[in-house]
């Protein structure tokens, strides 16, 4: 039996490690298969491709895509991504630029609260392209504003914190629509949270699996994710959402995974 982690990230979004050092991590644990799926990012991809032979591991093109919905967010996997595509790459370009700039906009918020802090400050403590408030909370840590990260959200930069700056929205169906234009097959990620009733609403616009495997969810959700993956005839994906690093728990890697039978089902469905 193969095993197939389609949830893995690197460090070109919030993970630790530089895609040629996470395969080499999903070798020494027995990956055969892996999806890189970096957060609104697909720079890793084309490493990853170029290394995997080496180690006779296989790559599928993936990616992350974060929504909201009624102020919830929902985060939707790709796979089988023309990573090449036009509309993908503008759409994440024009992402990009838009994180940065909400970026700057918290950054004002701050300086007004007289904390001396700039972008270039927080841009030298992330080789990530996508910057949020993880990265300028620890830039706050570094400058010694705050003890750690957690008090950074609890005293400036939380939804009701005094340097919140609302992010831009994207809808769930114009993700689902990028994935498909770009020739992929979409995923919920951890649906541990959602609703049934916005699940069916999702398969109606389009969603074609559901992420039945990952640490977050309980034996039951798990059940749960393919009972109705099988009602809905969802394809059923999952995955140990690595992120490597002390920030989180790398005992994950290798222990949650799908099979062959999973990857021909993608492969059918395309
Ligand atoms: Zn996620
Ligand atoms: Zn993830």
Redesign the pocket.
């Known amino acids: 039996m193969i095993k197939a982690d389609l949830?893995v990230?690197t460090n070109y979004s919030d993970g630790e490690h530089h895609p040629f050092d996470v395969l080499r991590r999903a070798k020494a644990v027995g990956i055969d298969v892996i999806s890189i799926?970096d957060?609104d990012c697909i720079g890793a991809i084309e490493p990853a491709k170029s290394f995997a032979p080496e180690l006779n591991i296989t790559v599928i093109p993936g990616i992350?895509i974060s929504t909201d919905i009624d102020d919830k967010e929902i985060?939707l996997l790709g796979y089988f991504i023309d990573y090449t595509n036009k509309e993908l790459l503008n759409y994440l370009e024009f992402f990009r630029a838009e994180r940065i700039n909400r970026a700057k906009l918290i950054i004002i918020k701050l300086n007004e609260l007289g904390l001396e802090i700039t972008l270039d400050d927080v841009l030298k403590q992330t080789k990530s392209s996508v910057i949020g408030r993880p990265h300028i909370a620890f830039t706050l840590a570094e400058l010694g504003y705050v003890k750690n990260i957690w008090e950074a959200f609890e005293k400036y930069l939380s939804d009701d914190g005094p340097a919140y700056q609302k992010k831009i929205h994207v809808s769930p169906q114009s993700a689902l629509n990028i994935i498909k234009d770009a020739g992929g097959l979409s995923s919920i990620?951890h649906p541990g949270d959602i609703k049934e009733e916005l699940l069916k609403k999702l398969i109606d616009c389009g969603l074609d699996g559901i992420e039945v495997t990952h640490p977050s969810h309980t034996r039951e959700q798990t059940r749960l994710y393919k009972s109705i993956a099988n009602e809905y005839y969802l394809l059923q994906t999952g995955g140990s959402?690595f992120h490597g690093g002390k920030k989180y728990d790398d005992s994950n890697f290798g222990k949650y995974f799908v099979n062959e039978k999973n990857i021909s089902a993608m492969k059918h469905r395309l």
């Open positions: 949830h990230h799926t957060h992350e985060h990620a959402d």
